[in-house]
């Protein structure tokens, strides 16, 4: 009762508030639609409340809410009934993963001195759920291999490729070694899939305090920094496909047949575990052999050591391989129209332990935009497009449930998704959009219309302005001042729209607020509310701002007439990694020459510090010219497609955006709707077939970390020129027929702007 009060003296101040009659049309919409588009989006952005944002985080994250956890369960059933009391059509769509908990797991010193870790995570007494242990998934890395190795340990940074490198030229081998490495620099996956290529037979991953912790700033609980015992959990899954490791490509349904576990492609080889910096440091400490290089020093009171040895360590991971159910809830709006399009908008609510930050600040943010779109639609406002609401299950071990969502329903999502809008953890400070640039000017135009809660400019002049302030010379920064829009970056894997992009074909933006840190609790029992609401975003106004930029893009996209995309963002952004790819070719060219020469000089021999060892690196080929020559013929055809859509955009603007008859619209959207799949090859990736997309994709190597036209651009990363080269041809042949998928729909629109003149 209360509630609907408060909402209906919300809407009789609303009613009164109308744009302004000169305001331009909205990219998409025709001015009568523009004027009762920015009506209901302005009705719709002075809801959402912060308190209710507060009190879904403190129910949703009072209890650990892991894959397989009583409480992750409970949560799913409490946001479908929320669904439904919100008036929309909801339902729990479930599936059956590997989920793998941990059953045994230990670190010890063996030599010079013992020491066992602790591998836990002490309760704070300010701090009221970080009691709840029984309930507490252990610290671990999910999908580590069951193993049980003791050996010499050495000390390899991040655990890079290029980390690697540095410990041959130390004279380092870690074969048959146990290796350390530092949180940060990349996915934790990298970690032991690159030490077990080096050969070592163990891997621990531990957060140093430089990255999160006191070196940062206070450490909680009287700052909001990882504690000495703070250890980061996390899935170490490989990268050849996301989602459940025995359903590859397929949903995780009664129907699927599942790989046997052998089989399993995303186990790591050898086994790993995390741990907090408290129980690295006796290991560090006990390391001897060359001083790290400078670069690799963390911020403990030690001096950091390579090794190998004399510490030697046990390292013993042993998991419960078991199949869990997950629950994907989903909740529907539907459509004014019957042209089955539709708008899809997730974030995911697993978490690790109690999870505020990740992933309740998001998903509390989404639930408070579908609650306002169920009070706008009983006040009058349905969709034109059908608008679907998903709080998925597991992504935290590896987006399983919305990649085995996407598998399941890939057909119809081909057939009739316009849009995929993600959020995840949200945190005070900047707009940060990524995704693909189709998106872009849309995204921008919602930014503009979106307040920032701390400075009041836009959210929009906001991120602008920091974009400028981070540019890395004056060049960038002059390109940014010219712009009309906010770059919107490319995506990696790191949330639920990897399967949309990489796998759907489905054009994707993902929005969150944030780099205005004043902590990190990431995977930890103390990323909780009380943390949360101490040290984050406490009062709650960047996720009122988060849910007024998902809500306001997925009722403008639902809305508008025309599907609100535009392609000359887009090509621009191609045409960069495509510059990209030729600086890469030109850098090693470089490198490799400059290095051959100083060997053949004795540069590294004359400079060899006889009591450091240093060797030289190893002579290199230096890498051919890789023909780009299709790829930039095929640009340049795109970039006309795009133009002339741009231009058919902007003439129809000119005209005074009119009403378009239905019969035009169709077919405009038909073809719209249509471009973002002609970026998929069914054959996927050379070596990752499972990835679909020849422009969007995570690297094998970096996995949170976009890697565009990967086909290419990760055989240069490996030095396989010719290969990269031979990927060439068909990557071209994906952006022309994208380039001629964009001239359809500009035709069609010039078609009816024509039309419509006469
Ligand atoms: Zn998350």
Not at 285 to 302: C, F, T
Not at 372 to 383: I, K, N, Q, Y
Not at 494 to 517: K, P, V, W
Request: hydrophobic share 35%; net charge negative; with cysteine.
């Amino acid at each position: 009762m209360k509630t609907s009060a408060r909402i209906l003296i919300c809407f009789s101040l609303l009613f009164s508030a109308v744009p302004a009659a000169d305001s331009p049309a909205l990219q998409g919409f025709s001015p009568d639609s523009t004027t009762s588009e920015r009506a209901w989006e302005t009705k719709f952005k002075a809801i959402p409340s912060a308190d209710r944002l507060r009190e879904y985080m403190q129910r949703l994250s009072a209890r650990p809410h892991h894959v397989g956890s009583p409480y992750d369960k409970d949560n799913a059933e409490w946001i479908l009934a929320k669904f439904k009391e919100w008036g929309l059509n909801a339902q729990i769509e479930s599936f059956d993963v590997l989920f793998p908990t941990p059953r045994e797991r230990a670190v010890e010193l063996i030599e010079p001195a013992r020491f066992t870790a602790k591998l836990e995570e002490p309760a704070v007494s300010v701090d009221p759920t970080s009691d709840q242990q029984k309930e507490q998934l252990p610290i671990y890395n999910a999908y580590s291999v069951d193993g049980d190795v003791t050996a010499p340990l050495i000390y390899v940074n991040y655990g890079n490729r290029e980390d690697y490198e540095k410990l041959d030229r130390l004279g380092i081998s870690v074969k048959g070694a146990i290796v350390i490495a530092r949180y940060g620099q990349g996915w934790r996956g990298i970690k032991p899939k690159v030490a077990a290529e080096h050969g070592a037979i163990g891997c621990i991953i531990y957060s140093d305090p430089k990255g999160d912790g006191y070196f940062q700033g206070d450490d909680f609980p009287a700052g909001g920094w990882r504690p000495r015992y703070g250890v980061q959990r996390g899935s170490v899954m490989d990268t050849d496909y996301p989602g459940d490791p025995l359903t590859p490509g397929v949903g995780a349904t009664a129907d699927a047949k599942p790989l046997s576990l052998k089989e399993a492609k995303t186990i790591t080889t050898i086994p790993v575990l995390p741990i907090s910096y408290g129980d690295a440091l006796p290991l560090l400490s006990a390391l001897k052999g060359p001083i790290a290089p400078e670069d690799w020093r963390g911020a403990l009171a030690i001096t950091y050591h390579v090794g190998p040895g004399p510490a030697r360590v046990h390292l013993k991971v042993s998991s419960n391989w078991d199949i869990k159910p997950i629950y994907d809830v989903i909740a529907t709006l539907h459509g004014s129209t019957d042209e089955g399009q539709w708008v899809i908008r997730g974030n995911h609510h697993d978490a690790w332990v109690n999870g505020a930050d990740d992933p309740i600040s998001g998903q509390a943010a989404m639930l408070e935009e579908a609650r306002v779109m169920g009070e706008l639609h009983a006040h009058g406002w349905t969709p034109l497009r059908t608008v679907i609401y998903c709080a998925w299950d597991g992504e935290e071990p590896g987006l399983l449930g919305s990649v085995e969502w996407v598998e399941t329903h890939v057909d119809e999502l081909q057939k009739h998704a316009v849009v995929y809008i993600n959020s995840d953890s949200n945190q005070r400070g900047y707009l940060l959009p990524g995704g693909t640039q189709d998106l872009q000017n849309f995204v921008s135009g919602v930014a503009r219309d979106v307040e920032d809660p701390e400075t009041h400019m836009s959210a929009y002049q906001r991120s602008h302005l920091f974009a400028i302030s981070e540019a890395k010379n004056a060049e960038e920064r002059s390109d940014l001042r010219k712009r009309n829009d906010l770059l919107v970056r490319a995506l990696g894997d790191g949330s639920d729209y990897t399967a949309f992009q990489d796998f759907a074909g489905i054009s994707s933006l993902n929005l969150r607020f944030g780099d205005e840190d004043d902590g990190s609790q990431y995977h930890s029992i103390y990323d909780d509310f009380y943390w949360y609401t101490t040290f984050a975003d406490k009062d709650f106004s960047y996720g009122r701002a988060l849910s007024q930029t998902a809500g306001t893009a997925i009722m403008r996209a639902a809305d508008a007439d025309f599907i609100p995309v535009d392609y000359t963002p887009q090509s621009q952004a191609i045409e960069k990694y495509t510059s990209d790819l030729e600086k890469l070719v030109k850098d090693k060219q470089d490198e490799f020459t400059e290095r051959n020469l100083e060997l053949k000089e004795g540069v590294y021999k004359a400079t060899e510090d006889p009591r450091n060892l240093l060797l030289p690196p190893p002579a290199e080929v230096v890498p051919p010219y890789v023909n780009l020559a299709p790829l930039k013929n095929a640009l340049v055809v795109l970039k006309k497609s795009a133009e002339r859509y741009s231009a058919a955009l902007a003439a129809y603007q000119t005209q005074g955006s009119p009403a378009l008859p239905p019969q035009a619209l169709e077919s405009i959207n038909a073809d719209l709707l249509r471009v973002s799949r002609l970026f998929l090859n069914q054959k996927g990736l050379p070596e990752r077939p499972w990835f679909k997309n020849q422009i969007y994709a995570p690297g094998a190597y970096t996995g949170y970390g976009a890697k565009p036209i990967a086909a290419v651009r990760e055989y240069m990363d490996e030095k396989k020129w010719a290969e990269a080269e031979g990927q060439v041809p068909q990557v071209s042949q994906v952006i022309e027929t994208v380039a001629a998928g964009i001239n359809r729909a500009a035709e069609d629109f010039e078609n009816a702007l024509a039309r419509g003149a006469q």
